[in-house]
């Protein structure tokens, strides 16, 4: 059982009570959740890319409607769900919810195969990285160390907090790994597989550094590599008042 924080609802005390439960194989949302995945069909989701949010809003909209149709077509022909499970073959563009979202608790579950390389999109920008962690480090790319565990922002300043995971939580190949992920603001934090990996780290703006990321956008599952299997996806929207007792118990202002 998660150490619920006592910033969190009751709704989410209850979430992760259930996660252990037969029900979550059916795709059927904890109190408090929606299911952004309903277990049958794609119905929520079109394509998307690792694409500067703030380009794709200044698009004019058929612009992008096109770009993201263009997205879709791609990344239909490589998603497909079996027996509840939504899979991914390694290749094409993303699945991505078509709501966007402000501040929200995230919870999901995957399992993936050798050589895979994933991750979770929080509004449009990567990511929460997924490893096969049974990749050696290599020389020529020493900030690269999928041994250290999947969960960690990969896509920050290499050093920056929440880069890298606290702990190395990964199980084996074959089992489905879970994610619990909440994010207000810029911070995100991280339990993956009951285990604390990312502490209110800030996100940082892959696409302009110099941007906090945006304020809201989609949820994307990011895939390449290998097959990749996801199920029981469920999100909380976390309301302003949450939000900021949240962020005041870590000592954080509600500025982004």
């Known amino acids: 059982m998660i150490t619920t924080p006592r910033f969190l609802s009751c709704f989410t005390a209850l979430a992760v009570a259930c996660l252990s439960l ?4 059916e795709n059927q949302p904890p109190p408090g959740f929606v299911a952004l995945f ?6 929520g989701w079109q394509g998307g890319s690792t694409f500067d949010p703030a380009k ?21 022909d490589h998603w ?12 094409g563009d993303y699945a991505t919810t078509i709501k966007d979202f ?13 050589g895979a390389d994933s991750g979770v999109y929080l509004r449009g920008c990567p990511q929460v990285q997924i490893w096969d962690t049974n990749q050696p480090s290599l020389p020529e790319k020493p900030d690269r160390n999928p ?10 300043t290499p050093h ?6 606290l702990v190395k939580a990964d199980k084996p190949f074959g ?26 780290a800030i996100l940082e703006n892959y696409f302009d550094r110099k941007s906090p990321v945006p304020a809201t956008g989609p949820v994307q599952l990011q895939t390449h590599g290998g097959e990749i299997r996801w199920r029981n996806i469920f999100l909380r929207e976390i309301g302003s008042e949450e939000a900021a007792k949240i962020l005041a118990t870590k000592g954080r202002s509600a500025a982004r």
Request: proline letters at 4%; aromatic letters at 8%; one cysteine or more.
């Open 80 to 91: 497909t769900v079996e027996k509840g499970e939504l899979v991914n073959d390694g290749k």
């Open 56 to 76: 794709l809003k200044a698009m004019t909209p058929e612009e992008r409607t096109a770009k993201i149709a263009k997205w879709t077509d791609t990344m239909k």
């Open 102 to 114: 402000d501040d929200f608790e995230l919870l999901v579950q995957y399992k993936t195969v050798a």
């Open 175 to 200: 089992e489905w790994n879970q994610f619990r992920i909440i994010m207000t603001g810029s911070y995100v934090t991280v339990r993956f597989n009951d285990q604390l990996v990312v502490d209110h």
């Open 147 to 156: 041994r250290l565990g999947s969960g960690g922002l990969f896509n920050n």
């Open 160 to 165: 920056a907090p929440g880069r890298d995971p």
């Open 22 to 25: 037969p029900c979550l194989a």
């Open 38 to 43: 309903n277990g049958q069909d794609l119905t």
